[in-house]
T-cell receptor
Framework: DTAVSQTPKYLVTQMGNDKSIKCEQNLGHDTMYWYKQDSKKFLKIMFSYNNKELIINETVPNRFSPKSPDKAHLNLHINSLELGDSAVYFC?????????????FGEGSRLTVL | QQQVKQSPQSLIVQKGGISIINCAYENTAFDYFPWYQQFPGKGPALLIA?????SEKKEGRFTISFNKSAKQFSLHIMDSQPGDSATYFCAASYDNNNDMRFGAGTRLTVKP
């Protein structure tokens, strides 16, 4: 009964490959996010979707493309992986963030690019 | 540009002591200030949060102090326990905005 689940938890791949990370939430939330946490633990928002519509798109390389087939899912596809893409990627969801301020995070997907 | 600045980067406290983590923000439009706690291998989880209409909020051993004029807020952990050892993030967002901005994190270690 995990609220926000991400797969895979670990991903090791070579430079230049394309990979995807999947995220699903069963909380009935309208908004989902992708955050990147680098080796220094800094959390940076990448994308935000509300009801399948992109509402935040921070300055990330266009090799990163989010896809939201429905409001319970937000997947992240990364093309032509680079060494600097190595990080932990967190999916999160919220319902009316302005009112509750609460983001619900998944357990993260650790991506290692060799 | 980092909109929420957090210090210290790391903190070591003896069991039973008080842990204090500070944050400062720049955007005066921010009106919601949560603290998140992250254990190794897990995602961050909401710990406690405050809005700027109050100067302090307490939940158990955790207290947020808020200084609107100084644009600063802090987390105090009283009677710190080894189980409190984690990374703590302050954050800020503003009304009708689904964009939460995080501080750089503080790695807290509570020694037995």
């Amino acid at each position: 009964d995990t609220a926000v689940s991400q797969t895979p938890k670990y991903l090791v791949t070579q430079m230049g490959n394309d990979k995807s990370i999947k995220c699903e939430q069963n909380l009935g939330h309208d908004t989902m996010y992708w955050y990147k946490q680098d080796s220094k633990k800094f959390l940076k928002i990448m994308f935000s979707y509300n009801n399948k519509e992109l509402i935040i798109n921070e300055t990330v390389p266009n090799r990163f493309s989010p896809k939201s087939p429905d409001k319970a899912h937000l997947n992240l596809h990364i093309n032509s992986l680079e060494l600097g893409d190595s990080a932990v990627y967190f999916c999160a969801s919220s319902q009316d963030l302005a009112a509750t301020g609460e983001l619900f995070f998944g357990e993260g997907s650790r991506l290692t690019v060799l | 540009q980092q909109q929420v600045k957090q210090s210290p980067q790391s903190l070591i406290v003896q069991k039973g002591g008080i842990s204090i983590i500070n944050c400062a923000y720049e955007n005066t439009a921010f009106d919601y200030f949560p603290w998140y706690q992250q254990f190794p291998g897990k995602g961050p989880a909401l710990l406690i949060a405050i809005r700027p209409d109050v100067s302090e909020k307490k939940e158990g051993r955790f207290t947020i102090s808020f200084n609107k004029s100084a644009k600063q807020f802090s987390l105090h952990i009283m009677d710190s326990q080894p189980g409190d050892s984690a990374t703590y993030f302050c954050a800020a967002s503003y009304d009708n905005n689904n964009d939460m901005r995080f501080g750089a994190g503080t790695r807290l270690t509570v020694k037995p």
